[in-house]
């Protein structure tokens, strides 16, 4: 089945949505239009003119990034600066661009999820609350004969995901009864005598933030000129989300060890340390993808002995030191862990809904660092 590029976000959105990225991150779509079939799709952690020359070459469609190539304000469209040239290129190979930056550092099987099961992190919770999400619950009024395509409608519009189940709802059938007046135009009865009709109370439950995207598609599926609906906040029922990960190793082990271990797991030619005692032994990790040096103290709350992150500033390194705390800085491009796991991800998808796409792991190295 060939695939819009618009059908394929929605389904990415569904597991990485935008609302869950931190305020003033730019993610979503940066360049080109979703309003088109994609047959080949390269996943990057960054849009560099190297990838872009990448993509070209290995005739991509869209390109899904880590992080957003336009971070920020773009003041002119001078091709004759690399990076503009970089966009320039983009638009006229028609190559659509879309960012997933802190929103996949904090979703759920996200980046930093990966990290603990490459680093055998276990038990995990998230390192600092970033959201706090109310859920909701419809209950509309539909004749039996429309409550599939309702349930259907729902389902589509994001209701009734509940863990690991999906197009969960409730019915109980009963009779709605109404009398049109002058005006109306019912579709079921007759103006000016009263009507019965069999009708299903369907129920279903979303997150508060989808709301007006779930009432929205209730509304124009539902037959009626006026639908009976009601919506209520669910007390009991709320779901919390946050960056970063705290959780334990198996057993406590040597720092130095654990260090080791990180240096292998991520092949890295190096990495830079603070910690007083190296022998000091460590089992319960803090870890938090890219730039997370400010929340060292979260990771202290968390009684965390050893705390994983990239891009330490020096002084913050002090700080760090005369707290107690250990840290492991592996760099910032460990996050390119993103690339084999979302095609992986992607891979699945298109098997269990037959898409014709081709999902391509970009090979360009983008670390700008080196050792020497």
């Not at 990966?114 to 004749?143: G, M, Q």
Request: proline share 4%; net charge negative.
């Amino acid at each position: 089945m060939s695939l819009n590029g618009n059908a394929f976000i929605k389904r990415f959105e569904e597991y990485c949505p935008q609302w869950l990225a931190e305020a003033d991150d730019p993610v979503g779509l940066h360049i080109g239009t979703l309003n088109k079939e994609i047959h080949r799709v390269l996943v990057t952690l960054d849009v560099r003119p190297e990838v872009v020359a990448e993509a070209i070459d290995k005739k991509i469609d869209l390109i899904i990034a880590k992080h957003p190539p336009i971070f920020r304000a773009v003041k002119r469209l001078d091709t004759d600066d690399i990076q503009t040239k970089m966009y320039a290129d983009l638009l006229k190979h028609d190559i659509a661009v879309f960012a997933a930056h802190t929103n996949m550092d904090i979703i759920d099987n996200g980046l930093n999820d990966w990290f603990c099961e490459l680093l055998d992190i276990h038990n995990t919770t998230f390192l600092t609350k970033t959201h706090t999400v109310s859920y909701k619950k419809l209950a509309v009024f539909v004749p039996v004969t429309d409550a599939p395509k309702m349930r259907q409608v729902l389902g589509a519009a994001g209701a009734g995901r509940q863990g690991d189940y999906q197009n969960t709802s409730y019915s109980m059938v009963g009779t709605g009864r109404f009398t049109p007046l002058e005006g109306a135009q019912p579709t079921i009865g007759t103006v000016g005598h009263e009507e019965n009709v069999q009708e299903v109370k369907l129920e279903v439950i979303f997150p508060e933030t989808i709301q007006e995207k779930v009432v929205k598609a209730m509304l124009e599926a539902h037959p009626y000129e006026e639908p009976a609906y009601d919506l209520y906040t669910i007390e009991n029922m709320t779901k919390e989300y946050g960056l970063g990960r705290v959780g334990t190793l198996p057993k406590a082990v040597a720092f130095n060890e654990f260090a080791e271990k990180v240096k292998n797991v991520f092949d890295l030619e190096g990495l830079r340390i603070v910690c007083a005692d190296e022998s000091k032994q460590v089992q319960r990790v803090a870890i938090c993808g890219g730039s997370g040096e400010k929340f060292f103290r979260d990771a202290l709350k968390q009684q965390a002995d050893v705390y994983i992150t990239g891009d330490v500033y020096y002084h913050t390194g002090h700080d760090m030191l005369s707290e107690g705390l250990a840290v492991i800085d592996p760099g910032h491009y460990i996050e390119q862990l993103c690339k084999p796991k979302l095609v992986e991800l992607f891979n699945q998808w298109k098997k269990a809904y037959n898409w014709e796409v081709t999902f391509i792991e970009s090979e360009v190295n983008t670390n700008p660092f080196q050792f020497r």
